[in-house]
C-alpha cells in the first residue's frame, strides 16, 4: 500500500504561479511513477503530468508543456508541480497519483492504483 498527503494549492490571478506537493508513504518498486491528473467542473479527469523514479522521465499535457514542471525528492518520496504562468482554465482540483504504470500507460488514470485527496486550484481572470 501507497499512502499519498498532497498540500499546496489555492486562489491566485491568471499569470500567477503555485507549487502543489505530494508525498508518498509505503513500499515502492523498481518503476514507480507519480504523476499529477485534474478534474474541472463538468469534465473528466485529465492527465497532467508524470514523472518516473528510476530516471526521472517526464511526460505532459500539451496544454501544461512549458508552463508546469514536474520535479521529485527521491529521499522524501516527494514530488512537485511548479505551476507558473497559469490561466483560468487551469482552474480544477488536482489529484496526485502514484503507481507502476508500464512505459506505455504512464499517462493513463486507471494505471495508477493510489491517490490523494485532491487540491483545489483556482485560477481567477
Known amino acids: 500500500q501507497v499512502q499519498l498527503v498532497e498540500s499546496g494549492g489555492g486562489l491566485v490571478q491568471a499569470g500567477g504561479s503555485l507549487r502543489l506537493s505530494c508525498t508518498a508513504s509505503?513500499?515502492?518498486?523498481?518503476?514507480?511513477?507519480m504523476g499529477w491528473f485534474r478534474q474541472a467542473p463538468g469534465k473528466e479527469r485529465e492527465f497532467v503530468t508524470y514523472?518516473?523514479?528510476?530516471?526521472?522521465?517526464?511526460n505532459y499535457v500539451g496544454s501544461v508543456k512549458g508552463r508546469f514542471t514536474i520535479t521529485r525528492d527521491g529521499a522524501k518520496k516527494t514530488v512537485y508541480l511548479q505551476m507558473n504562468s497559469l490561466k483560468p482554465e487551469d482552474t480544477a482540483v488536482y489529484y496526485c497519483?502514484?503507481?507502476?504504470?508500464?512505459?506505455?500507460?504512464?499517462?493513463?488514470?486507471?494505471?495508477?492504483?493510489?491517490w490523494g485527496q485532491g487540491t483545489q486550484v483556482t485560477v481567477s481572470s
Open positions: 497519483a502514484a503507481g507502476h504504470p508500464d512505459d506505455t500507460l504512464g499517462d493513463k488514470g486507471a494505471a495508477y492504483p493510489y
Open positions: 509505503g513500499r515502492t518498486f523498481r518503476n514507480f511513477a
Open positions: 514523472i518516473r523514479w528510476s530516471d526521472g522521465s517526464t
